[in-house]
């Protein structure tokens, strides 16, 4: 079992390019997320979904994009990077929504400069 | 006013120390609770959930206080592996920004 794993570890980007974080998990979990985490503050949600199909909007979506075509997949589409989404993405996974485990995955280390 | 509030620290405790981590939260509907653990550079992953009669795991131990809308982490006999960021994260069961995670605190065990 892998659990959520994440492509890529690092990146560095120039303003105004875009590109996609990979997340797949492998435990048959519905619920997946995305967070991002900046120095100094908590995790964020930027978009969830409850299966394949199913996406929402979290705290902070502007600027991102997601798509849930299988159950083990959940990319997040960055448009136009800008600084401020210089950031560690992680994405989670898990069984239920409210009172279950959110299993994590390693992180993505995005700069934007 | 934050969510989720948390003493950033650091806490500096020696080996054999117990310490004690507190966390507010500002929704009384809160509903589920929950203590992280995430190490230097890593993800954050379970260490505890928090129920409200309370309930302990080996050398820690974590409170929910309701009328005073705080959670609380008890480390007996501080081990060097305690050394990380203890994330406090309450759940408010409404739309989609149901779990907000605090900022941590930092606990460093010092030989």
């Known amino acids: 079992n892998a659990g959520v794993t994440q492509t890529p570890k690092f990146r560095i980007l120039k303003i105004g390019q875009s590109m996609t974080l990979q997340c797949t998990q492998d435990?048959?979990?519905?619920?997946m997320y995305w967070y991002r985490q900046d120095p100094g503050m908590g995790l964020k949600l930027i978009y969830y979904?409850?299966?394949?199909?199913?996406?929402d909007k979290g705290e902070v979506p502007n600027g991102y994009n997601v798509s849930r075509s299988t159950t083990e997949d959940f990319p997040l589409r960055l448009e136009l990077a800008a600084p401020s989404q210089t950031s560690v993405y992680f994405c989670?996974?898990?069984?239920?929504?409210?009172?279950?485990?959110?299993?994590f995955g390693p992180g993505t280390r995005l700069t934007v400069t | 006013r934050k969510e989720v509030e948390q003493d950033p620290g650091p806490f500096n405790v020696p080996e054999g120390a117990t310490v004690a981590f507190n966390c507010t939260y500002s929704?009384?509907?809160?509903?589920?609770f929950f203590w992280y653990r995430q190490d230097c550079r890593k993800e954050p992953k379970l260490l505890m959930s928090?129920?409200?009669s309370g309930n302990e795991d080996g050398r820690f131990t974590a409170q929910l206080n309701r009328a005073s809308q705080y959670i609380s982490l008890l480390i007996r006999d501080s081990k060097l592996s305690d050394s990380a960021t203890y994330l406090c994260?309450?759940?408010?069961?409404?739309?989609?920004?149901?779990?907000?995670f605090g900022t941590g605190t930092r606990l460093t065990v010092i030989p």
């Open positions: 989670a996974s898990s069984y239920g929504r409210d009172f279950y485990e959110q299993y």
């Open positions: 929704n009384s509907a809160s509903q589920s």
């Open positions: 435990m048959n979990h519905n619920y």
């Open positions: 979904s409850v299966g394949a199909g199913i996406t």
């Open positions: 994260v309450v759940n408010y069961q409404t739309g989609a920004n149901n779990l907000f």
């Open positions: 928090v129920y409200s």
